[in-house]
């Protein structure tokens, strides 16, 4: 299981984010006084993307670019993560794994988002 704790800008954890990501489920738990926790099955992520801003590649971190089909939270991002790029890997293995076994596949359409094409 891999968990970490959300940045501030210089790289410190000072937060009260937490992600956490086991072999079926992407969790995100936040606040202090009103505690909250998110929850993504992985075979419900259909791409991962990893953003660095200057600042980011300074002090070694990274944002994560979430794109799921999760009905309560959609896209989102876990943002300012030390290592970005292990983490990433490690979590597309696990999404794929998790894919794999439960039989699901993404299904991904070239061209424009157009209802109305005509396929004749």
């Not at 009103?34 to 971190?61: A, P, W």
């Amino acid at each position: 299981m891999w968990r970490a704790r959300k940045r501030i800008w210089c790289g410190l954890p000072w937060t009260f984010t937490v992600y956490s990501f086991d072999d079926e489920r992407l969790f995100i738990d936040s606040g202090i006084l009103n505690k909250r926790q998110d929850e993504v099955r992985l075979y419900r992520i259909q791409d991962l993307m990893v953003t660095r801003s200057l600042l980011q590649r300074i002090f070694g971190m990274g944002t994560i670019h979430i794109s799921s089909k999760d009905k309560t939270l959609g896209d989102f991002d876990l943002i300012n993560l030390k290592n970005v790029m292990d983490v990433k890997e490690d979590l597309s293995k696990k999404v794929e794994a998790q894919r794999d076994s439960k039989r699901v596949s993404v299904r991904e359409y070239m061209g424009d988002d157009d209802d109305d094409a005509d396929f004749s």
